[in-house]
């Protein structure tokens, strides 16, 4: 993670607490769905995908940053991953997405960050994807850059995020463990009413319904009524948007991306990014008329890969069938439902532009709540 520090770290030093010192939702107990993470329960479990952050936090208003997913290490324009882009709620800024949805695939990692800064992503991918080697001759290239709005915590109209922040978190990603919570495209963002940022979970299938993964990731930026594994949360702490004049705003964003090692192709993908928007509505979010809650699904299977120069007229590739595909829907609900709570698990109290704060969910008063309900067993 690349962080840009002009204040002393006592004053942020919440935001910059390394991954395992933070607990995540499995950590105290709480497991949402009936279907298995997997080894990390992370977007990382999905064989290749690789993530990366750059963390941007200096003086009193600058809280924002870049957060890069790369669905395999290699040359993604001359070999591109089928795909799809689905619009929960469209008053967002997600470039590429008609290309995505027109050709069903995509040729770029993907990049968020926040709204402003939604051209310099792509002005840095297709530096990135240029300068790949092989793509000496390419002119045109979709670059996929989603956002969320952090202008609450963040000096959004300084637009602070620069091409040598995207290419760090593009060129230091990795496998392994993801860093959650303010980290990234999420250091500046707010969901719920308290502290939202990067979350990530993962669900893997039993051999029985063909062993595949699901990854998740999603940038939480959003409003509604915060419920965690169904306890309602936000009605039993009185917070929850409406409910007063600071919680009138439920306006944000988030996105999701969702990666699996299955077989499919575009029309199917389309379909589990779909369900993703049942995973954000299981944890009380409602998609307000100004967020843009979008998700992007992918699949990293090597068998359905396309290539820029096919050497045939005809595609024969495996793809499996729709039947088979309703399992993968259950765990693209279940991981986008962890990876938005893991999200507020992991953030912590922000304060940021003009003197603005969120706060971070307050695990005191959450925990003997998820006991009460017995979603936590005593």
Same mark, same amino acid.
């Given at each position: ?10 004053? #942020? /030093?919440?935001?910059? !607490? &390394?991954?395992?010192?933070? &607990? ?18 992370? #977007? ?76 310099? /992503?792509?002005?840095?991918? #297709? ?11 390419? !002119? ?33 990603? *990795? ?25 990530? %979970?993962?669900? &893997?299938?039993? %051999? ?9 990731? %999603? ?65 009380? /979010? ?25 050497? &045939? ?22 991981? *986008? ?14 304060? /940021?532009?003009?003197?603005?704060? %969120? ?10 709540? !998820? ?8």
């Amino acid at each position: 993670m690349t962080v840009k520090i002009a204040i002393i770290i006592l004053l #942020i /030093g919440p935001c910059l !607490l &390394k991954a395992q010192e933070k &607990k995540r939702l499995r950590d105290y107990g709480v497991k949402i769905g009936v279907m298995q993470p997997g080894k990390l329960n992370a #977007i990382t479990d999905v064989p290749g995908v690789k993530v990366g952050h750059t963390t941007l936090i200096s003086g009193d208003s600058v809280r924002t940053g870049v957060t890069a997913i790369l669905p395999y290490d290699g040359n993604i324009f001359q070999l591109k991953v089928p795909a799809a882009a689905y619009a929960g709620n469209g008053f967002g800024k997600l470039a590429g997405s008609t290309q995505i949805n027109e050709l069903g695939n995509i040729e770029t990692p993907i990049v968020l960050t926040n709204t402003l800064n939604v051209s310099t /992503g792509i002005d840095a991918l #297709i530096d990135y994807t240029l300068n790949k080697e092989g793509n000496e001759k390419v !002119l045109s290239i979709n670059a996929v850059v989603g956002e969320t709005n952090d202008g609450v915590l963040n000096d959004i109209r300084g637009r602070h995020v620069t091409k040598a922040d995207v290419l760090a978190a593009l060129n230091n990603a *990795t496998s392994g463990v993801v860093e959650e919570g303010c980290v990234g495209a999420g250091t500046g963002t707010i969901c719920f009413g308290f502290k939202g940022g990067i979350g990530t %979970a993962s669900r &893997k299938l039993p %051999a029985s319904l063909g062993g595949y993964t699901v990854g998740v990731l %999603a940038q939480t930026n959003f409003g509604g009524e915060l419920e965690v594994d169904g306890v309602p949360i936000g009605k039993e702490l009185e917070k929850f948007n409406f409910s007063n004049e600071l919680l009138n705003n439920v306006d944000g964003s988030c996105m999701i991306i969702v990666a699996t090692d299955a077989p499919l192709d575009a029309r199917n993908l389309m379909r589990i990014a779909k369900r993703a928007m049942l995973g954000l509505g299981k944890t009380g /979010g409602i998609a307000s008329n100004g967020s843009g809650d979008y998700a992007i699904a992918f699949s990293t299977n090597e068998e359905v890969r396309i290539p820029y120069k096919p050497t &045939k007229k005809v595609m024969y590739v495996p793809v499996l069938q729709n039947d088979d595909a309703s399992p993968l829907f259950m765990a693209t609900i279940e991981a *986008t439902e962890e990876a938005i709570l893991n999200s507020l698990f992991a953030a912590k109290t922000t304060t /940021g532009f003009n003197g603005k704060k %969120a706060e971070a969910l307050p695990l005191d008063k959450v925990i003997p709540l !998820l006991k009460k309900y017995n979603s936590i067993k005593q």
